[in-house]
């Protein structure tokens, strides 16, 4: 049987970083279920702000919440008066002093979290499922998108037995670490059940940055072996030519 593996998890410390930075050694499972706790009070909260994903980093006393949200307007509110009250509930929940930044989302188009989530609500209204996959792929795709994904599972259409029905276009390399795979679930609540989404966006690779050669004479990072092996290196250059001097 196939192990299907989180495309996010699978890559992060690869190419993509932690969701949530901080380090635990007894109060590890509290801090766990406070930011699960965090991220439904700011996901649940604001369903219409086209949030995405909330980053969530831990210092001594402060704590930092990186909301990425594509109606950055939504959150803040009229002259900031959403952020204050929830910077306001966190504090007395957490019992730290917290900040928090807003990130724009500049295409929601390309966010796979956001994508599932417009489906979602679309066979909420009662769109044909078939048109609802075709016109998100099609509009993910124009985006500039490499590749994209669409499966949703469930009673769709209303009929008695639930299928599952997928829609792809260009390539989604799920094995290839250091691609770009952005994926996202969402569920529609209809009144005959729920009906899973699920999107997977390529949008190309993401390339290790080159190693840059050392400068003359720096041995930062090198333990005493290698730094008297790299002199040695460098002063077994230079032998031959100071010979060649002497001879002449």
């Known amino acids: 049987m196939g192990h299907k593996v989180h495309p996010t998890g699978f890559r992060t410390g690869v190419i993509y970083d932690w969701q949530s930075k901080w380090y635990a050694d007894k109060n590890y499972k509290e ?4 930011d699960i706790a965090i991220r439904q009070r700011i996901m649940g909260g604001s369903v219409d702000a086209g949030i995405s994903r909330v980053d969530i980093e831990r210092n001594a006393n402060q704590m930092t919440v990186t909301i990425h949200t ?4 939504i959150v803040i509110g009229r002259s900031g008066a959403n952020v204050d009250l929830l910077r306001q509930e966190l504090e007395k929940s957490t ?4 900040r928090i930044n807003i ?18 609500e679309q066979l909420q209204r009662r769109v044909a499922f078939r048109r609802a996959i075709k016109q998100t792929v099609a ?14 599972a469930g009673r769709l259409g209303g009929a008695e037995m639930s299928r599952r029905e997928s829609e792809k276009q260009g390539r989604i390399p ?3 670490l250091r691609a770009d795979i952005d994926f996202g679930i969402a569920e529609a609540h209809t009144t005959f ?12 690779d993401i390339m290790p940055e080159p190693k840059r050669p050392r400068a003359e004479g720096d041995f930062s990072g090198m333990d005493a072996e290698q730094r008297e ?7 077994g250059a230079s032998a031959p030519a100071a010979a060649e001097a002497v001879s002449e």
């Open 229 to 235: 092996a790299a002199q040695g290196r460098r002063g």
């Open 174 to 176: 799920l094995h290839t």
């Open 193 to 204: 059940g729920r009906i899973g989404v699920k999107v997977w966006i390529y949008k190309g």
């Open 103 to 120: 990130n724009e989302i500049r295409q929601p188009e390309l966010d796979a979290y956001l994508v599932a989530r417009s489906i979602a």
């Open 31 to 34: 801090q766990l279920h406070s």
């Open 95 to 98: 019992g730290r002093r917290v």
């Open 139 to 152: 509009r993910t795709m124009a985006r500039g998108a490499k590749g994209i994904k669409v499966v949703v």
């Open 70 to 73: 594509a109606k950055p307007g």
